[in-house]
């Protein structure tokens, strides 16, 4: 499976941006599909994902009842609809996919494929 996400761009604080990560190879529904985040000198983290399985959505602390993952299996993309940004979470995102259990979902070694990121930049 190939992943690109796209959608990044400056914005600033409190504004909105959409990513979408489209998937080729492979129907992406079939697997956990994530957005991960890494901030400059920083490790990269979790943010949201849906499980396959059951089709729920988990967040981070951080991103819970600001951000929205959602899956549109028409276009074989997940998309991260980001609302009331924070200079905080500026950060190059990563949208993943993979087929681990639930315990796995938040976790970096829980995926097997990665889009190439995009740059997200609030300003202040």
């Known amino acids: 499976v190939q992943l690109q996400a796209s959608g990044g761009g400056l914005v600033q604080a409190g504004g909105s941006l959409r990513l979408s990560c489209a998937a080729s190879g492979g129907t992406l529904s079939r697997y956990n599909m994530a957005w991960f985040r890494q901030a400059p000198g920083k490790e990269r983290e979790f943010v949201a994902a849906v499980y396959r399985n059951n089709h729920r959505t988990y967040y981070s602390d951080s991103v819970t009842g600001r951000f929205t993952i959602s899956g549109d299996n028409t276009k074989n993309a997940v998309n991260l609809q980001m609302n009331g940004l924070k200079p905080e979470d500026t950060a190059v995102y990563y949208c993943?996919?993979?087929?681990?259990?639930?315990?796995?979902?938040?976790?970096?070694?829980?995926?097997?494929?990665w889009g190439q990121g995009t740059l997200v930049t609030v300003s202040s």
């Open positions: 993943a996919a993979g087929s681990s259990v639930l315990s796995y979902l938040r976790s970096l070694r829980g995926y097997n494929y």
